[in-house]
Each structure stands twice: as C-alpha cells, then as structure tokens.
C-alpha cells in the first residue's frame, strides 16, 4: 500500500541521516583534542549504538 510504501522511505532517510551524522561525530570526535581513551570511547559508543549514541555525542560529546 501507499502509506507502508511512505513509511519505507522516511526509514530509509531517518536512516541515512543518522549515518551522516554518525561520521560527523566520529570525524569530529577524532579532530578534538580530548585524549586518545575517551575519543576511543565515544567512537565506541557511536559505532555500538548509531542512534543513541549520536544523541550523547550531541549532548556531551568532544567538539572542535
């Protein structure tokens, strides 16, 4: 049906943003100038959790 068909589509973009975003963080996150433990943690906890862990990277995380 058209609405499952919909639905598909914004999954398949929610999913290409979070990747995006995903990269942004662990781009970033290994630009900072945090030590080398806690950028290896927050590439964990990105790469373990794609979603939430953007969420707490954007909350918390190293920035630039």
Do not use: N
């Not at 990747?19 to 433990?37: F, H, M, N, R, W």
Request: proline share 3%; no cysteine; net charge positive.
């Amino acid at each position: 049906t058209r609405r499952s068909s919909d639905l598909k589509h914004m999954g398949s973009i929610l999913g290409l943003v979070v990747l995006v975003g995903d990269i942004y963080a662990i781009v970033v996150t290994i630009q900072s100038k945090v030590s080398t433990g806690r950028k290896v943690l927050w590439i964990f906890l990105v790469l373990l959790l794609p979603f939430q862990g953007l969420i707490l990277w954007l909350i918390g995380g190293p920035k630039k």
